[in-house]
């Protein structure tokens, strides 16, 4: 039987995406000499992944990131699938407790993605959201747990990976660099954060699935903000959020178990 060598071509390329998924805002340049690569070479896996809808350049003179759709890769991976067997059962017991949606979210390429979601079997939801969907980090309440159960240096590098994206995010949350420090601490010294949606009538509580003390994942509850007082929310819905976040974490660090 003869064996088959591998692309090395191939090979290449995804080692370009994958350094550059590590150092995301890099140059042409900078990615030749991290991946010890002819610099014509990177440039024709860069043009081509741009091509591809892979990677994009970020804004004048701050370099490449990978775009959202890269990340669609890992759909079908066991940890993904593991949202689906694991988390969401968890979700949907609490879903069916209290009756709002319920969803588990993460941070992707410096956005807020929202991984899954109850909507489906909530009674309260007229038009469910999109699961895939991704949201800026700043002005939401799940992108604030996230940064927040995070160690400084990683929240930093976030940070400046979102502005540079999105020069305007800070003004259009509302928010200013002490502002945002001040919310953090705030979140950090409560275990969780409530967003009240402008525009509608919706508002978000954000609990952190912790996992050797860093956030992992959110879990958030969206609920019709003048259906109930916000005290009355926290009062009823924290502790409840906060115990599935608890089974979460158990059911993701058993399931870090088995890979190792």
Partial sequence: MTSIKPIEGLERALTVLRVLNQYGGVTISELARLTAMPRAAVNRYIVTFIE????????????????????????????????????????????????????????????????ANT????????KPFDPQVTFPLVGRASGHVLLAFTNAETRDYLLKCALADDPALMTRAGMTAKRLNAKIDEVIDCGFDIQRVAGVNWAVLAVPVLTLGQARFSISMRYISNALSTELAIARFIPKLKRTAGQIAKRATEFDQTLS
Wanted: with cysteine; aromatic share 8%.
């Fill in 119 to 126: 909507d489906a079997i909530s009674p309260f939801v007229a």
């Fill in 52 to 115: 591809l809808g892979y990677v994009f350049h970020s804004k004048p003179g701050r370099g490449l990131r990978i775009s959202t759709r890269a990340f669609e890769l890992s759909r079908g991976a066991r940890t993904d699938g593991w949202v689906t067997t694991d988390a969401l059962p968890e979700m949907n017991a609490l879903c069916r407790d209290i009756g709002w949606p319920i969803g588990i979210e993460r941070i992707v390429a410096s956005r807020l993605a929202i991984l």
